[in-house]
């Protein structure tokens, strides 16, 4: 068995988001010489659950292995089908284990990535359920930085108090181009409640979703911030008006005492 071999693709598996854990089986696999072999691995995200098998496959002029791709299936509680997708691993275009999770779950990732030519670009990533290849593969939708999607100006169109942050806010961005849902704190009518947001490339905004999870209508979503700017104007408006007839009151006031006076 090659050591330096096994020391690199244990820090492949590691930074491909699989941990330390798989570096036993990994080693007793490769001692044993075949020409491919498997390797499961399965990750717990609250109620679901991301069952992986990684590919390893020997080079046919040496003893070296390579990590060539691993199927990652979704089963999520409740649901009756698991989608399942492999992903390749490359030394520029490789999508961690958390981020096949967040695409198998249907939300966009954020990626540089490289083309066939060599040129590095950045794009959103988003699996299309409706459209899979002979392999079972889904196609990958694309949004490159041409298609205009502005993760930070779709957010600003809803009351978020993470946003009025700046360390909150790169937190926030960065959190939503790895393609999580994230947990925010909306501010309407001066009152705080919890929910969640996921970035929407496809339709150039942000999906809202309350504290069960449940999708929010971004139309609603945006009513409710339209609602606490206007009672926010509304308020405003009142406190204008007021003082000018506060202050012609205290001017009929003052016309009154002086008239009795004389």
Known sequence: MNQTNLDFLADQIKYTGFGDALTPVLKEQMEKGEKEFTIRHEASFDKSTLSSELYFKKADQS???????YKAALQKEGAEHAPEQIFYVSKDNTFTMKEAFNLLDGRAVNK?????DGEMYNSWVQLNFTDADTNGNFKMNQYHQNYGYDLEAALSRHSIKELETPKFKEDLLNSLKKGN???VTFVVSGAESKMHVAANPHFKTVNVYDANLQRINHRESREQKQNYTKEQDKTQKQDNEEEPAQGARNSNKRKTKTGQSM
């Open 112 to 116: 540089d990535l490289k083309n066939r």
């Open 181 to 183: 849902l994230q947990s």
């Open 63 to 69: 003893e070296r292995y390579f990590f060539n791709s």
